[in-house]
Protein backbone atom coordinates (compact mmCIF):
# COMPACT_ATOMS: atom_id res chain seq x y z
CA UNK A 1 0.00 0.00 0.00
CA UNK A 2 1.40 3.78 -1.44
CA UNK A 3 1.87 5.95 2.02
CA UNK A 4 -0.05 9.12 2.32
CA UNK A 5 1.85 12.53 1.72
CA UNK A 6 1.29 12.77 4.95
CA UNK A 7 2.57 10.00 6.20
CA UNK A 8 5.69 10.09 4.14
CA UNK A 9 6.15 13.98 6.13
CA UNK A 10 6.03 12.39 9.02
CA UNK A 11 8.15 9.75 8.29
CA UNK A 12 10.76 12.21 7.74
CA UNK A 13 9.74 14.59 10.75
CA UNK A 14 10.97 11.57 12.71
CA UNK A 15 14.27 11.73 11.70
CA UNK A 16 15.36 15.08 12.44
CA UNK A 17 17.97 14.68 15.35
CA UNK A 18 17.12 15.46 18.54
CA UNK A 19 18.97 19.16 18.68
CA UNK A 20 18.00 20.16 15.27
CA UNK A 21 15.63 21.69 13.14
CA UNK A 22 14.89 21.52 9.35
CA UNK A 23 12.80 23.85 7.34
CA UNK A 24 9.22 22.87 6.04
CA UNK A 25 10.62 22.79 2.60
CA UNK A 26 13.53 20.54 3.58
CA UNK A 27 10.94 18.44 5.04
CA UNK A 28 8.56 18.67 1.38
CA UNK A 29 11.77 17.60 -0.57
CA UNK A 30 13.03 14.87 1.36
CA UNK A 31 9.03 13.48 1.95
CA UNK A 32 9.27 13.33 -1.79
CA UNK A 33 7.69 16.81 -3.32
CA UNK A 34 9.57 20.34 -3.26
CA UNK A 35 6.38 22.08 -3.52
CA UNK A 36 4.61 20.47 -0.57
CA UNK A 37 5.79 23.08 1.80
CA UNK A 38 2.62 24.24 2.58
CA UNK A 39 1.16 20.55 3.16
CA UNK A 40 4.11 20.24 5.36
CA UNK A 41 2.11 22.59 7.64
CA UNK A 42 -0.86 21.23 7.59
CA UNK A 43 0.52 17.64 8.19
CA UNK A 44 2.34 19.26 11.17
CA UNK A 45 -0.79 20.87 12.79
CA UNK A 46 -2.93 17.69 12.42
CA UNK A 47 0.15 15.51 13.63
CA UNK A 48 -1.26 12.41 15.33
CA UNK A 49 1.16 11.22 17.64
CA UNK A 50 2.80 14.35 18.66
CA UNK A 51 5.45 12.59 21.40
CA UNK A 52 6.57 10.74 18.21
CA UNK A 53 6.44 12.84 15.49
CA UNK A 54 8.79 15.70 16.68
CA UNK A 55 6.74 18.57 14.81
CA UNK A 56 8.31 21.43 16.63
CA UNK A 57 11.79 20.73 15.27
CA UNK A 58 10.08 22.33 12.11
CA UNK A 59 10.63 25.89 11.19
CA UNK A 60 10.51 28.07 8.22
CA UNK A 61 13.61 28.70 6.53
CA UNK A 62 14.59 31.58 8.38
CA UNK A 63 14.76 29.83 11.50
CA UNK A 64 11.18 31.23 13.04
CA UNK A 65 8.67 29.02 14.59
CA UNK A 66 5.32 29.04 13.92
CA UNK A 67 2.86 31.37 15.62
CA UNK A 68 -0.26 28.85 14.75
CA UNK A 69 1.86 25.67 16.56
CA UNK A 70 -0.69 23.56 17.46
CA UNK A 71 0.99 22.21 20.40
CA UNK A 72 0.88 25.05 22.77
CA UNK A 73 1.61 28.38 20.18
CA UNK A 74 5.08 29.27 18.88
CA UNK A 75 6.54 30.02 22.98
CA UNK A 76 5.92 26.68 23.66
CA UNK A 77 7.95 25.27 20.48
CA UNK A 78 10.93 27.51 21.21
CA UNK A 79 10.45 26.22 24.83
CA UNK A 80 10.82 22.46 23.35
CA UNK A 81 13.92 23.93 21.23
CA UNK A 82 15.88 25.39 23.83
CA UNK A 83 15.08 22.20 26.30
CA UNK A 84 16.57 20.43 23.28
CA UNK A 85 20.32 22.55 23.19
CA UNK A 86 19.11 24.80 20.48
CA UNK A 87 19.85 28.14 20.07
CA UNK A 88 18.18 31.46 18.94
CA UNK A 89 19.70 34.61 17.62
CA UNK A 90 16.48 36.84 18.47
CA UNK A 91 13.47 35.35 17.38
CA UNK A 92 15.30 32.62 14.78
CA UNK A 93 16.95 29.53 15.28
CA UNK A 94 20.76 29.95 14.30
CA UNK A 95 20.02 27.55 10.89
CA UNK A 96 24.37 27.68 10.22
CA UNK A 97 24.54 26.00 13.61
CA UNK A 98 21.18 23.82 14.13
CA UNK A 99 19.70 23.05 10.69
CA UNK A 100 19.76 19.43 9.52
CA UNK A 101 22.40 18.50 7.35
CA UNK A 102 20.34 15.63 5.63
CA UNK A 103 20.77 16.30 2.47
CA UNK A 104 17.79 17.44 -0.11
CA UNK A 105 17.00 15.61 -3.24
Known amino acids: MEQSAFEKIYEVVKQIPYGQVATYGQVAALAGNKRWARAVGYALHA???PE???????VNREGRVSDAFAFGGGNRQVELLKAEGVEFAGDCVDMKQYQWEKPTY
Open 47 to 49: NPD
Open 52 to 58: HIPCYRV
